[in-house]
């Protein structure tokens, strides 16, 4: 195995992380930001307010996602165990 393979096989689990992970991240973002307007608005200032939509809107996103989320699991699995005789081989 050569070190480019290794550090190519690292960028594309890194990527494949990134992608997977984005979609919950960014909801998660967004109501918190949401949240942090409305407790800012209305002057009320409870941690656990902006715990819990957070927890329920990430949860939603991921069983909304999960289909999409398997499938690129699945697909970036594949690269990689196809990808196996080619890299002990060094060809």
Do not use: H
Request: proline share 5%; hydrophobic share 55%.
């Amino acid at each position: 195995m050569q070190p480019e393979d290794a550090v190519n096989l690292a960028q594309q689990a890194v990527i494949t992380c990134l992608i997977l992970c984005a979609p919950v991240l960014i909801v998660g973002m967004l109501v918190g930001l949401l949240i942090g307007l409305a407790q800012a608005l209305t002057q009320v200032q409870d941690q656990t307010g902006a715990f819990v939509p957070k927890l329920v809107a990430m949860f939603a996103v991921m069983l909304f996602c999960l289909p999409w989320l398997v499938q690129r699991m699945v697909e970036y699995s594949e690269l990689l165990i196809v990808s196996i005789p080619k890299t002990i081989s060094g060809g």
